[in-house]
């Protein structure tokens, strides 16, 4: 929990608790009821296709008495699926209660979001004071949130030019840059200095760089549409001139205060039981104002959706799920398409050859039959999350966890309907849907008859998951495929390659349906066919590992959503658990056997009054932390030397006698010198103290060839950096805007991370600043290094001009003096600290600014 957050324990849980599941699930189903199939069943059946058909519950005979041992085994079964789940819900609570404990002072858990708040509190001040007023604890700040449409425009323009004046500066020293005396850290220092130097001692500095540093012509972009045509010019300068004007845009809209306020704010509490108690009760008196909930992390708040009104969002909530439901119809085509596939005759008629080739091989033909339908049905599954985590945007949600639960809705929802359900009637899916309009009841025997017959593309289903696709998913053949693309054909400067390395966020949204949709399969077939228990448990095995490597040295995730997946789990177990009972009683009722059938109802009825009675206990306290915990724990604390009118525990009138109020300070007493031993013995643990996964929201990266990572990535928020996130306002109005990211040195591969003085966060001057700076500088340094060849060349005179020399020097020289006095003098810098006056005996004035040493060339005597 401190490396990976609750979220990723909650995961392995659930994995864990169906590896315990069906580990004893797979002993007893291999040992008694495999046994029961293969030595009295009719291998003759017409139902008996293959070999894993002779294991199944399909080749009993109708109303044999061998079928009471599969409905005790249901029963087995279903009650230990109870137990197992009221356990781990048990557990889930128990580290959701300590997470938000030791997360009881962050920002997040004293924080509440609250929507539909009126026009008259539409302010910070206003919005804080209401609820001070509330008396419900001390209120530390409020934010309500802007509209910044015309802002975010602006910041996203401000990156592509940056980036494209990123890239011209590539495309002239290269990335990394191998010009001799490169170093982009002393270049940006040099530039830093400008405005505190001295004139004269600049110019000799730029004199020094300019031979190293100018290898060629600047390079030339044509101003036309997609630089096709139009005026050719500098490329530098061209994208230093636009970006200095976008920076300079965004610097003057940040500071605007004209910004349109929403109904939508922020309150942050100064205890975390403030925050608890008003998101648990009603507000304001009048209906959909100030509806008040605990938030979500600064870094998980989805800021282009947190002013949505609630009617649009309804209205796009509507249309999400219309486009989800064509979807879910669309996709029966490709479906029914793949399961007709699992017949060797169906085959024939599509791939003639192929089958022909295979007729004299069982092997063959078992993985044309089994593998190749499975592949095509992963394929073409894999493309859903995408669609859905777009959807998510535009249903409008408020946060990037919140569309990780709409994909994992829609996404199991569509694994569950077309995989398990469509896929099973996919061959008679016409006559299927007219039988069950006329007859809604006969479910139990539709279910009965069609999920015996597929049992062997599940278990193939369940195999190729876990033994293959599952251990590929490590080799991360998606990301290398997509990443090496862009590293050879699209990467160019050091931004680019350290966003295309930065590690992925783990998507819950499309991490939980897959394993969900396994459980339910295996649970589903457990009894029809109880070898796919062993692939079962095999599959969780190998997940495992998988994802705990992947969520512990693969992915970063920059937010936590408190383990809320797990209540999204445990209906769809439920919704699972009720398919597995209906399907044991048509396959009774189809083997005759209808007092067997008529036992299976109970079962059923159980489960639903288990769901009822898990939620009636946990349901609440699953969202809310209990309040006694929070005060035992608040209580324990050795530091809890709070003053009396700051706590909001205390309930202690101006009644109380002399005494209580001595024992209070000798327990205060008691408690300082708690806490003072407690701080002697952990100062020398501090520096061993583990770092929890939220506290910093950068990741540490070592430097290499092509970029040293010295800026994060932009992919939170547009034209923002994702780092800082740590306040409730909008980035795009405090985040740390991207800076000029030169090329990097040719040779310095790093061993460690690069340090915090080379970072971003050192350079306190504007982003444009630097660009224009940089680029006068080249500007500068080109036309002293066009003065040097021409000083090298040999002096002739002129051709009509004999008089006149090409050597200019001191005019040039006192015009770039002139220039830069000029700018001194419009800081307010007196030209006498500039200019030195010659002393009476001959000897230069040593009058001038700290640290600049003037050179003599540019004094009266030597011109």
Same mark, same amino acid.
């Given at each position: 929990m401190d490396k990976v957050g609750l979220d990723a324990v909650v995961i392995l849980q659930f994995?864990?608790?169906?590896?315990?599941?069906?580990?004893?699930?797979?002993?007893?189903?291999?040992?008694?009821?495999?046994?029961?199939?293969?030595?009295? /069943?009719?291998?003759?059946?017409?139902?008996?296709?293959?070999?894993?058909?002779?294991?199944?519950?399909?080749? =009993?005979?109708?109303?044999?008495? &061998?079928?009471?041992?599969?409905?005790?085994?249901?029963?087995?079964?279903?009650?230990?699926?109870?137990?197992?789940?009221?356990?781990?819900?048990?557990?889930?609570?128990?580290?959701?209660?300590?997470?938000?404990?030791?997360?009881?002072?962050?920002?997040?858990?004293?924080?509440?979001?609250?929507?539909?708040?009126?026009?008259?509190?539409?302010?910070?001040?206003?919005? @804080?004071?209401? !609820?001070?007023?509330? #008396?419900? /604890?001390?209120?530390?700040?409020? *934010?309500?949130?802007? *509209?910044? *449409?015309?802002?975010?425009? =602006?910041?996203?323009?401000?990156?592509?030019?940056?980036?494209?004046?990123?890239?011209? &500066?590539?495309? !002239?020293w290269g990335n990394p840059c191998k010009v001799p005396g490169y170093d982009p850290d002393q270049i940006l220092n040099h530039l830093s200095m400008t405005n505190n130097s001295d004139p004269i001692q600049f110019m000799e500095q730029e004199s020094a760089m300019a031979a190293s540093l100018l290898t060629k012509q600047l390079p030339k972009i044509r101003t036309g549409f997609l630089g096709l045509w139009g005026e050719k010019v500098n490329a530098i300068q061209y994208y230093t001139e636009q970006f200095n004007a976008l920076d300079q845009q965004v610097l003057e809209a940040r500071e605007s205060s004209t910004f349109e306020l929403t109904n939508v704010g922020f309150v942050t509490f100064k205890h975390m039981a403030s925050a608890l108690i008003a998101s648990q009760i009603a507000i304001h008196p009048e209906p959909f104002n100030c509806r008040t909930v605990m938030t979500f992390e600064p870094r998980d708040v989805l800021w282009t959706n947190i002013a949505v009104r609630g009617r649009e969002r309804l209205v796009r909530e509507l249309f999400v799920w219309a486009v989800t439901i064509l979807l879910s119809f669309f996709w029966i085509v490709p479906i029914s398409a793949f399961s007709t596939l699992t017949s060797l005759d169906a085959l024939e008629r599509v791939f003639p050859k192929l089958v022909a080739a295979a007729d004299d091989s069982v092997f063959l033909q078992n993985i044309l039959q089994g593998l190749l339908p499975t592949i095509a049905v992963n394929v073409f599954m894999a493309v859903l999350p995408l669609i859905f985590d777009a959807l998510g945007i535009v249903q409008g949600l408020r946060s990037r966890s919140a569309i990780a639960e709409a994909t994992f809705s829609k996404y199991f929802f569509f694994l569950l309907f077309n995989v398990l359900l469509v896929f099973t009637i996919a061959s008679t899916i016409t006559k299927t849907l007219e039988q069950l309009w006329n007859h809604p009841a006969a479910v139990a025997n539709l279910l009965g008859t069609t999920l015996p017959a597929v049992a062997p593309f599940f278990i193939n289903y369940t195999v190729l998951q876990g033994m293959l696709l599952m251990p590929l998913s490590l080799l991360l053949f998606g990301a290398l495929i997509v990443r090496g693309f862009s590293h050879v054909f699209l990467c160019k400067t050091p931004r680019d390659y350290a966003s295309n390395r930065a590690p992925w966020a783990f998507n819950y949204g499309t991490g939980y349906p897959p394993l969900l949709l396994i459980f339910i399969i295996v649970l589903e077939y457990s009894s029809i066919s109880p070898i796919i228990l062993l692939f079962g448990t095999i599959y969780f095995c190998i997940a495992y590992v998988v994802y705990k490597y992947q969520l512990l040295y693969v992915y970063f995730q920059p937010f936590d959503a408190v383990g809320g997946a797990w209540t999204m789990v445990f209906p769809r177990i439920i919704l699972g658990m009720i398919l597995f009972q209906l399907t044991m009683t048509g396959i009774f009722v189809l083997k005759s056997f209808f007092t067997l059938a008529a036992l299976c109802v109970p079962l059923i009825v159980f489960t639903v009054l288990?769901?009822? /009675?898990?939620?009636?206990?946990?349901?609440?306290?699953?969202?809310?932390?209990?309040?006694?915990?929070?005060?035992d724990k608040t209580d324990q604390l050795p530091g809890n030397t709070t003053d009396d009118d700051d706590d909001i525990y205390d309930t202690s009138d101006d009644s109380s006698s002399d005494d209580e109020k001595s024992e209070k300070a000798r327990e205060r007493w008691r408690k300082a010198t708690r806490m003072a031993s407690e701080m002697v013995s952990s100062s020398s643990r501090k520096r061993h103290v583990r770092r929890v996964i939220l506290d910093e929201d950068d990741y540490a990266a070592i430097p290499d060839r092509y970029t040293d &990572?010295?800026?994060?990535?932009?992919?939170? #928020?547009?034209?923002?950096?994702?780092?800082?996130?740590? @306040? &409730?306002?909008?980035?795009?109005?405090?985040?740390?805007?991207?800076?000029?990211?030169?090329?990097?040195?040719?040779?310095?591969?790093?061993?460690?991370?690069?340090?915090a003085?080379?970072?971003?966060?050192?350079?306190? !001057?504007?982003?444009?600043?630097?660009?224009?700076?940089?680029?006068?500088?080249?500007?500068?340094?080109?036309?002293?290094?066009?003065?040097?060849?021409?000083?090298?060349?040999?002096?002739?005179?002129?051709?009509?001009?004999?008089?006149? *020399?090409?050597?200019?020097?001191?005019?040039?020289? @006192?015009s770039s003096c002139s220039t830069k006095i000029g700018k001194l003098e419009k800081a307010g810098t007196s030209q006498e600290h500039i200019l030195r006056e010659p002393s009476t005996d001959g000897k230069q004035d040593n009058r001038s600014s700290q640290g600049s040493g003037e050179s003599s060339s540019c004094s009266p005597e030597m011109s």
């Open positions: 994995i864990t608790m169906a590896i315990k599941l069906f580990g004893i699930c797979s002993f007893f189903g291999v040992v008694t009821l495999v046994p029961i199939s293969v030595t009295t /069943g009719n291998t003759t059946h017409a139902n008996v296709t293959g070999q894993l058909d002779e294991l199944a519950i399909t080749v =009993l005979e109708d109303g044999s008495n &061998y079928l009471i041992a599969y409905l005790c085994f249901t029963y087995f079964f279903c009650f230990l699926t109870f137990f197992f789940l009221h356990r781990n819900f048990r557990t889930f609570l128990d580290l959701r209660a300590r997470y938000l404990l030791r997360m009881r002072k962050t920002l997040s858990s004293r924080t509440v979001v609250v929507t539909g708040i009126p026009r008259p509190l539409r302010t910070d001040d206003a919005l @804080a004071e209401y !609820y001070s007023h509330l #008396n419900i /604890g001390p209120v530390d700040n409020a *934010h309500i949130v802007r *509209h910044i *449409h015309h802002l975010n425009s =602006l910041l996203r323009k401000r990156a592509r030019a940056l980036q494209k004046l990123e890239t011209a &500066y590539t495309q !002239y288990f769901k009822l /009675g898990m939620d009636a206990a946990f349901d609440r306290n699953s969202k809310h932390l209990p309040m006694q915990l929070l005060r &990572y010295r800026q994060p990535p932009m992919e939170l #928020n547009p034209g923002v950096l994702d780092t800082g996130l740590k @306040a &409730y306002a909008n980035p795009a109005l405090i985040g740390i805007l991207p800076q000029l990211w030169l090329p990097v040195k040719a040779g310095e591969v790093g061993t460690t991370a690069l340090p003085s080379k970072r971003f966060s050192s350079r306190q !001057y504007a982003s444009h600043v630097v660009a224009k700076d940089l680029i006068q500088f080249l500007k500068r340094a080109e036309s002293v290094k066009r003065r040097t060849n021409k000083d090298q060349e040999p002096k002739r005179p002129s051709r009509f001009f004999p008089w006149k *020399h090409p050597s200019t020097d001191t005019a040039i020289i @006192a």
